[in-house]
Structure formats: structure tokens, C-alpha cells
């Protein structure tokens, strides 16, 4: 049975049990009918519509619910990633951190190490220069360069020409320079003969063949004087650098005779400085 009928069939039904209703009624209660049927049906179609509605909006709001539920999901995922990265650099900020102080430390104490090295230094210079004070100027002189104590004695105080055997004012130098280092077992001792490049013509008295004989002949020379005087051999090294490391060009008598010399280079031991830098 179709009951969207039913009203229709209840107006005929009813019309049908009132004879005494005029057509002009009739038709005034079939256009009542029609129009609440249509209105029925309008109502219809907007609750279908409604309930269309209603359902793409339930299925939005499920489907918006569910990606949000995503994002919040990936930010703590995220969250989590950012905090752990925090906390490894945080650990390796802690750990640069102590590195540094430990590296500051150390260069704290390579300071303290070259400050001490540089008031030994100027000690050891002062020391020479006081044991050395009568000589003359032009014929020893005591210097500082590069961390060491430079003692230059020209071949007029030390040497007659071509002679390896000390003269007698040299070797009171040399008596009195051993007397101020050899209770100092902190000095590295190195003995340079140094000559002109005016080639030796023949061989000399000593035995010498060339400069770098007459060096090396002279340093060793030295090197004996200052350990018989008290210096331990070990700390006293002799070398001949013959005419090749000039202090001023070989270009005049003057200036040759400024060439040869001998100089004694002390150089405080660096244990304690190398001991600091080998600690990587």
C-alpha cells in the first residue's frame, strides 16, 4: 500500500461522506491538499537534503579530526627528534667545553713554562755578562736571540791567524765563562767556529786543509778549555761552521774580521716546555 496516498484517498473518502459540500468547496479542499502535499514534499527533499549534508559534514569532520590527528602526531614525533638532538648537543657542548678548559690549562701552563724559560734567559745572560764584565767590547760581546744567550769572541781575543791554540787573555774568557755555567746543568752548551772566505793556502801549522778544518779545529779547541775548566762534556757540543754563515758580508778587512769569531750559544733546556707540548 502506498501510503504517500493515503491523504488523498482520506480527502476523496471524507468529500465522498459529505454530500452536502458544493464543488466550490470541493475544489478549495483538493487545492489544500495538493498544496500541503507538495509542502510534504519539499519537506522532504530538504530533510533528504539536510541528512546529506549532515553526513558529508560528519565525514569532513571525521576525515579533518583524523589529519589532525596526524599533525599532532608528527609535531611530537618531531618534538621528540628536536629533543633528543638538544640533548646530544648539549652532551657535546659539556664535552668541547671541558676540552677547552683543558686546553686552556695547558696553555696557561706553556705560558708559565716560556715566562720561567725567559727569566732564566735574561738570569743566565746577566750571569755571563757579570763573569765576562772586563772584557772589550769589540772583542766580546753577550747577546740575547731566539731564547738563547749568544757569547761572540772575535778571533783577535781567542786566535793568532791560522792558529787552533787558544791565546793566554782568551783562555782566561773562556776560565771565567766555565766558572759562571758549570754548576748551571740546566744550559745545552754549543761551541761555532765561524771563519772568512778567504781560503787557506796550503795546510796550516795545526793541520788545518781548508776553513772547514780551521772551524771545527778551533771549536773543539774551545770545547776542551771549557771542560777542563769544570763544564761536563756532556753539556758542550763543538761545531765548525766555516765561512758560511757571515754576520755582515766578507766585503772589506773589517768586516772579516768581524766573521771570525767563535760563538757560544747557550740554550736553556726545554723539558718542561716539550713535556707541555707533547700532552695531545
Not at 576525515?63 to 638532538?85: P, R
Request: net charge positive; with cysteine; aromatic share 2%.
Amino acid at each position: 500500500m502506498n501510503f504517500r496516498l493515503l491523504p488523498t484517498l482520506l480527502l476523496g473518502a471524507t468529500l465522498l461522506a459529505l454530500p452536502g459540500c458544493n464543488q466550490k468547496e470541493i475544489a478549495a479542499l483538493q487545492q489544500q491538499n495538493s498544496d500541503l502535499t507538495k509542502s510534504r514534499d519539499q519537506l522532504a527533499l530538504e530533510k533528504n537534503a539536510l541528512a546529506s549534508a549532515k553526513a558529508r559534514n560528519e565525514d569532513e569532520l571525521r576525515n579533518s579530526i583524523l589529519n589532525k590527528n596526524q599533525q599532532v602526531s608528527q609535531l611530537n614525533q618531531n618534538l621528540g627528534d628536536a629533543e633528543t638532538d638538544i640533548k646530544n648537543k648539549n652532551a657535546d657542548l659539556q664535552s668541547k667545553e671541558a676540552d677547552l678548559q683543558n686546553k686552556n690549562a695547558r696553555i696557561a701552563d706553556l705560558q708559565n713554562a716560556l715566562a720561567q724559560k725567559d727569566a732564566a734567559t735574561k738570569a743566565l745572560r746577566q750571569r755571563v755578562s757579570d763573569a765576562l764584565l772586563g772584557f772589550n767590547a769589540q772583542d766580546l760581546q753577550v747577546s740575547v736571540k731566539n731564547g738563547k744567550v749568544y757569547v761572540s769572541l772575535s778571533e783577535q781575543l781567542l786566535f793568532k791567524s791560522g792558529s787552533t791554540k787558544v791565546d793566554p787573555k782568551g783562555q782566561d774568557a773562556l776560565r771565567k765563562l766555565a766558572t759562571a755555567l758549570k754548576d748551571n746543568k740546566d744550559v745545552n752548551v754549543l761551541v761555532e767556529g765561524h771563519t772568512d772566505n778567504v781560503p787557506i793556502k796550503g795546510t796550516t801549522a795545526s793541520g788545518a786543509k781548508d776553513n772547514w778544518d780551521l772551524s771545527v779545529m778551533r771549536a773543539t779547541e774551545i770545547t776542551r778549555l771549557l771542560t777542563t775548566a769544570g763544564m761536563d762534556p756532556a753539556q758542550v757540543t763543538p761545531s765548525g761552521r766555516s765561512m758560511y754563515m757571515p754576520v755582515v758580508a766578507n766585503d772589506s778587512p773589517a768586516n772579516k774580521a768581524l766573521n771570525r769569531r767563535t760563538d757560544i750559544i747557550l740554550t736553556p733546556k726545554l723539558d718542561e716546555l716539550f713535556s707541555i707540548l707533547g700532552q695531545n
